[in-house]
Antibody, heavy 120, light 107 residues
Framework: QVQLQQWGAGLLKPSETLSLTCAVY????????WSWIRQPPGKGLEWIGE???????DYNPSLKSRVTISVDTSKKQFSLKLSSVTAADTAVYYC??????????????WGKGTTVTVSS | DIRMTQSPSSLSASVGDRVTITCRAS??????LNWYQQKPGKAPKLLIF???TLQSGVPSRFSGSGSGTDFTLTISSLQPEDFATYYC?????????FGPGTKVDIK
């Protein structure tokens, strides 16, 4: 059964760069899209962006200028970097596997989430 | 961006009740609509994709319907483990936006 394990720094100061990594265990890495989603405290879900195994990316325009998602297929890992963070970036960050079923796209496997707090 | 709305934002129900949650997209998204369940402190869990296809392992009391702009998630007989927040998400076009959520709690 596929599992996603994620990690990264949980406390950042304003203007620093958020860096998270997600590793894929127990399943294939190719043929899927690998996403990052975040959830501010007490709020809803926001899709940040995704990457496929060949390195093609798609970012949310609202964050595009600050986001970089990269992939290391040899390690079955993908990473998120978000630059120049502010308090508004405080959230739980999730990694997830995007897949196609019958031509429709969905996120069927999720990591447990990493809480990131931005505070001076 | 495609804007997703949900109603109600919260509801109180009893075990055994039939519950219906509505999701609306700001433009037609065909059947590219997913439903997720999230419990406090946990990651979202996929319930339904393609508007009406039940994810493997999800109980059959959950069902989804709709196409175009209007969709519904129905729980036919609410169970104690179903008290959670439910989100719809469109996967028709990037960015893949979520609805604001519907919290289902115990009456």
């Amino acid at each position: 059964q596929v599992q996603l394990q994620q990690w990264g720094a949980g406390l950042l100061k304003p203007s620093e760069t958020l860096s998270l990594t997600c590793a894929v265990y127990g399943g294939s890495f190719s043929g899927y899209h690998w996403s990052w989603i975040r959830q501010p405290p007490g709020k809803g879900l926001e899709w940040i962006g995704e990457i496929n195994h060949s390195g093609s990316t798609d970012y949310n325009p609202s964050l595009k200028s600050r986001v970089t998602i990269s992939v290391d297929t040899s390690k079955k890992q993908f990473s998120l970097k978000l630059s120049s963070v502010t308090a508004a970036d405080t959230a739980v960050y999730y990694c997830a596997r995007g897949e196609l079923g019958g031509g429709y796209y969905y996120m069927g496997v999720w990591g447990k989430g990493t809480t990131v707090t931005v505070s001076s | 961006d495609i804007r997703m709305t949900q109603s109600p934002s919260s509801l109180s129900a009893s075990v055994g009740d039939r519950v219906t949650i509505t999701c609306r997209a700001s433009q037609s998204i065909s059947s590219s609509l997913n439903w997720y369940q999230q419990k406090p402190g946990k990651a979202p869990k996929l319930l339904i994709f393609a508007a009406s296809t039940l994810q493997s392992g999800v109980p059959s009391r959950f069902s989804g319907s709709g196409s175009g702009t209007d969709f519904t998630l129905t729980i036919s007989s609410l169970q104690p483990e179903d008290f959670a927040t439910y989100y719809c998400q469109q996967s028709y076009s990037s960015p893949f936006t979520f609805g604001p959520g519907t919290k289902v709690d115990i009456k």
